[in-house]
C-alpha cells in the first residue's frame, strides 16, 4: 500500500505479524536494492574485492593493498 505524507515523501506500508509500519521510499528502494543484488548478483562485493586489490596494485599502493586484504578476508 502507498501512501503519501502532508511533506510530499512517498511511504510504503508494510505488515508483519505485529501490525503494520511504514518506511520511507528511500529506505524502501535500497533495501530493495539490496535484495536484489544478495539474490541475482551474489559476486558483486568478490568482484569489488578483486577490483580494489587490483587497482592498489597497479597503483602501486601497498597500504591500500593490505586494507582490501584485511577488509575481504584473503591476501595474494
Do not use: C
Not at 528511500?26 to 530493495?32: C, T
Not at 541475482?40 to 592498489?56: M, T
Not at 597503483?59 to 584485511?70: F, P, S, Y
Amino acid at each position: 500500500m502507498l501512501l503519501q505524507s502532508l511533506s510530499g515523501m512517498m511511504w510504503y506500508g508494510l505488515t508483519n505479524r505485529r501490525g503494520r509500519f511504514l518506511m520511507k521510499s528511500d529506505q524502501y528502494i535500497e533495501s530493495l536494492g539490496k535484495i536484489i543484488q544478495r539474490d541475482f548478483f551474489p559476486d558483486v562485493s568478490k568482484l569489488k574485492a578483486q577490483k580494489d586489490y587490483l587497482e592498489a596494485e597497479e597503483n602501486r599502493d601497498l597500504e591500500w593493498m593490505r586494507e582490501v586484504a584485511i577488509k575481504y578476508g584473503k591476501s595474494r
